[in-house]
């Protein structure tokens, strides 16, 4: 399995943000997980991306139990994260944040002397020539639109090129013609790549077009996990009733 989570729960003080969550990923899929406000999605897919830790349960990643590793290149080479504030660096140029994806293969040094003379630069405009704005390379983070940011963000992570993709709400920022573009460039990426994918959205519909599975999540626990052509409209609704199902 790609992305194993067995058991898993995470509190944060009183709030159980995941309930005793289980979720096995084959490797190439493509997952959503969907669901409102709250629900746990940004903590599942942090839990996944190492970044915060279990109270109990596992998380491993092609059979790797990710309390056994430390960040750094093993962690980089198995799993990238495109945040739901997709934290580019505002100074930089759009080259220079797209080159960052290679920090956990670089180490530091090579990393600073990165700010002065990019290095793999090929890597990066390739990345930046496929999600469609080589041409603001030069241009600085800051001046880009929430929509352009979002792609430096997917580049970024390709140039990181781990086998595990999360994207944590990819599209939230971008209209409905930008969302549908993005996500086509997000799944189609993976897809072409091999790699697996885990997003999480709002928008359940664009979320049924897009990934090959849809994974209900509700006030921390799974509420339904389907392909996409069993997913109902009531399961859809279900997600967003007064009262949950979760046991
Ligand atoms: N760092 C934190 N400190 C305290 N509580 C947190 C923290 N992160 C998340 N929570 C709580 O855990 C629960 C799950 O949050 P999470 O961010 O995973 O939800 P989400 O499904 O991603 O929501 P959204 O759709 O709004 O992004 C929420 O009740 C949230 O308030
Ligand atoms: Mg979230």
Redesign the pocket.
């Known amino acids: 399995m790609a992305v194993l989570l067995e058991g898993v729960s995470r509190r ?2 009183e ?1 159980l ?1 995941v309930n005793n969550v289980s979720l096995a990923v084959p490797s190439g899929q493509s997952v959503v997980l969907v ?10 897919l942090r839990l996944m991306a190492g970044a915060v830790k279990p109270d109990s349960g596992g998380v491993s990643l092609h059979g790797q139990d990710l309390a056994g590793l430390s960040p750094g290149r093993e962690l980089a080479g198995l799993v990238g994260i495109v945040a ?1 504030q997709y934290d580019l660096v505002a100074n930089l140029s759009v080259l220079q944040n797209v080159l960052a994806g290679r920090l956990g293969s670089w180490g530091l040094w090579r990393s600073l002397m990165s700010l002065v003379a990019p290095r793999e630069k090929p890597l990066a405009m390739q990345a930046l020539t496929r999600v469609g704005i080589a041409e603001r390379a030069y241009r600085r983070a800051s001046q880009l639109s929430g929509g352009e940011q979002q792609r430096v963000a997917i580049a970024r992570v390709l140039v990181q090129d781990p086998e595990v993709v999360l994207a ?2 990819p599209v939230a920022s971008l209209d409905p013609a930008r969302a549908e573009d993005v996500l086509g460039l997000l799944t189609g990426v993976a897809r072409e790549s091999g790699k697996t994918l885990v997003a ?1 959205m ?1 928008a359940v519909e664009l979320a049924a077009k897009h990934f090959d599975r849809l994974v209900g ?1 509700r006030d ?1 626990c799974v509420q339904f996990d389907s392909t996409q052509d069993e997913v109902t409209p009531e399961m859809l609704d279900s997600l967003y009733e007064l009262e949950g199902l979760c046991a």
Request: glycine share 24%; net charge negative; no cysteine.
């Open positions: 944060y003080g709030t943000a669901g409102p406000s709250g629900a746990g999605k940004t903590t599942l739901q944590d709400e999480s709002h999540v921390g």
